[in-house]
């Protein structure tokens, strides 16, 4: 009999650390990695070039999306993170993509990040984690990944944890696949930790989950 192809679930909110660590998990491990935010994020950047809200229906973006519009290079923008987070939240739009997430992973195993992984795309993963910081933690990762090493203080990072905190609210809140930890899923907190600590958690925990199997 051959065994099934490994699924690792890795869920939490924004900037938390959880791409970082599912891309580095895919490259320990060999598999395939997929960020289903991207999905989203590519959703609505189809929405607002079409000179649509993305608060609007945004199924049929969802249906029509490209290989293309994946590899797009401003799908990491404040504008995108609001929008992404606006049609993640309608069920036709996450109805659309759930089965391009399960396609991904159903032959070679894969390393799949998101919010809904553990949840409602991969509830029989091998291996779940939750990974999650601070949101003041989270805002200044995600203005380096933005801006670099240019500070970020005062009222801005005020701003951008309020950002962070109203787009976890809404993420968690919604009634489709909200954002939230599975009952088996390892929780792994990344304040004060590195990227390379984090992984060294992680494969630790996969070792010991997936040799139960």
């Known amino acids: 009999m051959t065994a099934r192809p490994l699924v690792i679930a890795v869920d939490g909110p924004a900037a938390a650390g959880k791409g970082t660590l599912a891309k580095a998990l895919a490259a320990k491990l060999g598999l395939p990695y997929l960020d289903t935010g991207l999905l989203y994020r590519a959703v609505a950047r189809r929405m607002v070039n079409a000179g649509l809200d993305p608060a609007g229906d945004a199924s049929a973006e969802a249906q029509a999306l490209q290989q293309t519009d994946l590899a797009r290079t401003d799908l990491r923008v404040p504008e995108i993170d609001r929008g992404a987070s606006l049609v993640a939240a ?46 003041r933690t989270r805002a200044l990762r995600r203005h380096r990944q933005v801006a670099g090493e240019t500070p970020l203080e005062g009222s801005a990072l ?18 489709t696949a909200p954002l939230i930890q599975a009952a088996d899923a390892a929780l792994i907190e990344t304040d004060g930790l590195s990227a390379a600590e984090v992984l060294d958690k992680a494969c630790e925990i996969v070792a010991l989950r997936h040799t139960r199997r």
């Open 90 to 135: 309608q069920p036709a739009v996450r109805a659309a993509l759930l089965d391009r997430q399960r396609v991904f992973a159903s032959e070679t195993g894969a390393v799949v990040d998101g919010r809904d992984i553990g949840t409602v795309v991969f509830p029989d993963a091998d291996v779940k984690f939750f990974i999650t910081a601070s949101p």
């Open 158 to 175: 005020e701003a951008a944890v309020s950002e962070l905190v109203a787009r976890d609210a809404r993420d968690s809140s919604r009634e």
